[in-house]
């Protein structure tokens, strides 16, 4: 499987809502990379890379880097579960081939890719998660999401838009709602989310 995970404004969740989904996945027998493109997941899941590298600094290299060298930057989180860091340099080029050998293994592939449209090096059958809050700017900015995209609805008091609101503007039906729980942020602060994953982010899997 492999799940690419974004959304049209930040600040809603995504890298949160993307950890949750390596996570869970992992945790049910299924080995798992989490692929971080935004920069944010060896903070949430309190990890340490060895290095400074990551899959951007490996994309930047160009062809005289082998394929062989991405594993070698992957960090260990358990339970079945590794992150591939993002590491100090920002690079697209080569993501296209990353994403063509990690999706070729025996593992699921899910990637945190921060801000953004589905990215053109996405493969076709590649499962896309959109993050967002009940919020008139970012579902403005996501217009009509194509059929079949996943859609993850933050849920917090005060908002005006309703989810028929939010399903109708973007013409998609909510894959999985989750609940904003201040129980989230004390596990990020306290770089936690690994090993106690909060209630409500516990609904969040990649079942159909």
Do not use: N
């Not at 996945?25 to 971080?36: F, N």
């Not at 992150?83 to 994403?99: E, F, I, K, M, T």
């Not at 201040?182 to 990020?188: C, K």
């Amino acid at each position: 499987m492999f799940v690419i995970c974004r959304s049209p404004k930040g600040g809603v969740g995504t890298s949160v809502v993307a950890a949750a989904l390596a996570l869970r996945h992992a945790h049910a027998g299924h080995p798992t990379v989490l692929v971080d493109l935004a920069g944010d997941q060896p903070d949430l899941l309190g990890v340490a890379p060895s290095s400074s590298l990551g899959i951007g600094d490996w994309a930047a290299g160009g062809d005289d880097v082998p394929v062989e060298a991405l594993s070698a930057l992957e960090v260990e989180v358990g339970g079945g579960l590794s992150l591939l860091p993002c590491g100090s340099v920002s690079s697209s080029d080569r993501l296209g081939v990353a994403a063509a050998v990690l999706g070729a293994g025996h593992r699921s592939v899910v990637i945190d890719a921060g801000i953004t449209a589905r990215p053109a090096w996405a493969p076709p059958d590649a499962v896309d998660v959109v993050v967002l809050r009940a919020c008139y700017l970012g579902v403005r900015r996501a217009g009509r999401l194509a059929a079949g995209t996943r859609l993850v609805l933050l849920e917090e008091p005060g908002r005006a838009l309703r989810v028929a609101d939010v399903e109708a503007a973007l013409g998609v039906e909510v894959w999985r709602r989750v609940v904003v729980d201040p129980a989230v942020a004390r596990a990020v602060d306290a770089g936690l989310l690994s090993v106690r994953l909060p209630r409500s982010l516990r609904g969040l899997d990649l079942a159909p």
